[in-house]
């Protein structure tokens, strides 16, 4: 039987140009025909001189301001190629090399161009294999270029050592607003390597750090930087590992920090001692306006707790409290209506009470059964499609990994069925899938029910 990977990666990397291609409006400045015909020309010739099959979309949009390139296959050759034109393309400022395999070789030479082009301001080079060869590139690059607001490289292998890179360069550069590192490998050094970067930062608004294994001292080190920043007001660091030691790191850093607006801990191991810790901090804080804590082991008595934190003063100013995998009981609802009264912008979203709890009736796909349809269709069995997934033969696997895999074999999964699949996979919140309990014998999978 074929391995898996080399069939999921075809899923995104054959797909045909023409299912990218659409005469759908989108707002862009127009060329003259000579210019157009110049720029065509231009990468034609690149093309020709890398071999490598010219992108139709890319030519029939090349001036239009928002360029979309992901899943084209562009790979570092067809990177090459598109860094030839962007050198003289002034009118595209939001260019999206989403999964195209460029990797280190490929962006080394995108970077060339993005030292001196000044009109790209939104990059998102996610889930191109980049690796830390690549964080060292991009980081030199960042320290030259003026123009990039928001930059998105979730999905890259970035290392501790990468981290280092991000930070050297974030803070130096004032001009980068939105970061996107979700979905690496950061670990405890790389969390403090980020505390760094969040301390020295002047200019960094939106970070988003989840989907790593960001634990202990790092967490530690990251909330420390978050104390004393005082540009970012959005903050996702859900799906790592702070635990409680994190949680009273980040209660020291909510009691000063005056500018952070949005912060999501879902999934870091916080439970009711955690919550308490937390909720020391959010009695000085005065600008937190949405506050998500869901799939922590949370029981009601914590869920109280967090409530009265929130309410018991009126300076507070959360409007949107995510709690919704704890089922929570009369006392706690009797203090959430008292509060709604004085506070109606309030918003707690929580599981149901004990003894009873509202199922909907989802509307999507079980998101199993997507996957037993894919098996279906290869003819392979579940056991082997996770064994491809499993880089040391440990039979488990890192939840990062797992999402990884999903996207790159191209199954129609949105963030609510993959957080469904995840919850229904690691039950105890250890951030791994255990597949041995799945057995080897069959190649059905159970829909959880």
């Not at 598109?82 to 995108?110: P, Y």
């Not at 974030?170 to 969390?191: P, Q």
């Not at 790593?212 to 790592?240: C, P």
């Amino acid at each position: 039987m074929a391995a898996l990977c080399p069939q999921m990666l075809s899923l995104s990397l054959e797909t045909s140009e023409d299912q990218y291609d659409t005469d759908l409006d989108a707002a862009g400045s127009e060329k003259s025909p000579s210019e157009a015909t110049d720029g065509k020309h231009l990468y034609m010739q690149a093309c020709h001189d890398v071999s490598v099959i010219p992108a139709s979309y890319f030519l029939r949009h090349m001036y239009r301001t928002h360029m979309d390139l992901k899943h084209h296959g562009l790979g570092p050759r067809g990177a090459r190629a598109l860094a030839a034109v962007l050198q003289s393309n002034t009118s595209i400022t939001h260019l999206s090399l989403e999964d195209n395999w460029i990797q280190a070789e490929g962006l080394m030479h995108l970077v060339q161009v993005l030292r001196e082009n000044n009109s790209i301001q939104e990059l998102d080079l996610s889930d191109n294999h980049l690796g830390m060869q690549g964080s060292d590139v991009l980081s030199t690059m960042l320290l030259d270029n003026l123009s990039i607001k928001g930059l998105n490289v979730a999905h890259n292998g970035f290392s501790d050592l990468s981290a280092k890179h991000f930070a050297e360069a974030l803070s130096a550069n004032f001009r980068v607003t939105k970061l996107d590192l979700s979905h690496n490998e950061f670990c405890e050094k790389g969390g403090e390597y980020l505390g760094q970067m969040l301390a020295a930062s002047e200019g960094l608004q939106e970070l988003n750090l989840s989907w790593n294994h960001i634990r202990m001292k790092g967490a530690i080190a990251l909330s420390a930087g978050l104390r004393v920043n005082g540009m970012l007001k959005v903050l996702d660091v859900s799906y790592n590992g702070f635990g409680n030691e994190g949680a009273l790191a980040l209660g020291e850093a909510l009691r000063v920090n005056s500018s952070l607006l949005h912060l999501n801990i879902s999934c870091n191991r916080i439970s009711n001692e955690g919550v308490r810790l937390i909720c020391k901090g959010l009695e000085s804080n005065e600008t937190l306006v949405v506050l998500k804590m869901s799939r922590n082991p949370i029981t009601v008595e914590g869920a109280i707790t967090l409530l009265n934190g929130i309410t018991k003063r009126p300076e507070n100013k959360i409007e949107e409290l995510d709690i919704s995998n704890v089922l929570v009981n009369d006392q706690f609802l009797s203090l959430l209506n008292s509060a709604s009264a004085s506070r109606p912008a309030l918003h707690v979203r929580f599981a149901g009470k004990k003894g009873f709890v509202t199922k909907k009736r989802s509307a999507r796909p079980d998101p199993m059964r997507i996957i037993q349809d894919f098996l279906d269709e290869h003819k392979l069995r579940l056991i082997d499609f996770f064994k491809n997934m499993d880089k040391d033969g440990s039979m488990s696997i890192p939840v990062s990994d797992f999402c990884r895999y999903m996207s790159v074999a191209g199954l129609p999964l949105d963030a609510a069925q993959m957080d469904s699949l995840v919850q229904r996979l690691d039950k105890d919140l250890t951030g791994t899938i255990d597949y041995r309990h799945l057995g080897g014998s069959g190649h059905r999978c159970s829909n959880g029910h």
